[in-house]
């Protein structure tokens, strides 16, 4: 039962990183903005995650 949450996790977590990947290599140029897209895709990522993953488990215990 947990696998389509782990499952659905690894697909947001692609789909989030090959929509960064075009960005990324687009400001090749302007170094800033490139490391504040990384910090924020990275954060993203990681949210993602732990909600992905966590809330389920979150719901069964508070209702």
């Known amino acids: 039962n947990e696998s389509k949450y782990i499952g659905f ?3 947001t977590t692609c789909v989030i990183w ?3 990947v075009p960005i990324y ?3 090749a140029s302007h ?3 490139r490391i504040t ?3 924020v895709t990275i954060s993203l990522s ?3 995650t ?3 993953l966590f809330s389920p488990k ?4 508070i209702f």
Do not use: D, E, K, Q
Request: aromatic share 16%; proline share 4%.
């Open 50 to 52: 732990l909600a992905c």
């Open 37 to 39: 897209s990384m910090s």
């Open 18 to 20: 090959l929509a960064f």
């Open 46 to 48: 990681a949210t993602v």
């Open 9 to 11: 996790t690894m697909y």
């Open 58 to 61: 979150l719901y069964i215990i």
């Open 31 to 33: 170094l800033p903005l």
């Open 25 to 27: 290599f687009s400001t």
